[in-house]
């Protein structure tokens, strides 16, 4: 079975567009998986973890409605700690530098420190 492609454009557009109410956390995460997912030797389940709960963030339709700040995103926020944790064995250092630089880039400052305890966590 043919595991679909991830619409990166979609994908970053919600990124970008909530990156702040979600958080440097969410963000990071969701960039983890994201550029897991692209490298090819990540098996096929974990691609399909990754797609799941990257499909859950942007889907506008989720359990809890991502309406208000602090509640509607913790569904969002535990699927995504569910599957970096699941496939933290394929999170590398280029998947790293590659969720770094993209973070940076959108939140032109960033805590170093925070990045490495959301890292620390996988392991």
């Given amino acids: 079975m043919e595991i679909p492609e991830l619409n990166k454009e979609e994908l ?4 970008q567009q909530y990156a ?12 983890l998986l994201y550029y897991t997912y ?10 399909k973890i990754v797609l ?9 339709f989720d359990m809890i409605p991502d309406l208000s700040p602090l509640v509607g995103y913790t569904d969002d926020l535990g699927i995504l700690g569910f599957a970096l ?6 999170i590398n250092m280029e998947v790293k ?8 880039e959108w939140f032109k400052e960033i805590d ?12």
Avoid: C, H
Wanted: zero cysteines; a positive charge.
């Fill in 12 to 15: 970053f557009k919600k990124l």
């Fill in 97 to 104: 530098i590659n969720a770094r630089k993209k973070a940076k």
């Fill in 52 to 60: 799941g709960a990257l499909a859950y963030l942007v889907n506008p």
């Fill in 85 to 90: 944790v699941t496939i933290s064995g394929y």
């Fill in 38 to 47: 692209q490298q090819k030797e990540t098996p096929g389940w974990a691609r």
């Fill in 20 to 31: 702040r109410e979600l958080g440097v956390r969410a963000v990071y995460s969701s960039l």
């Fill in 112 to 123: 170093l420190d925070l990045l490495k305890s959301i890292e620390d966590r996988m392991s």
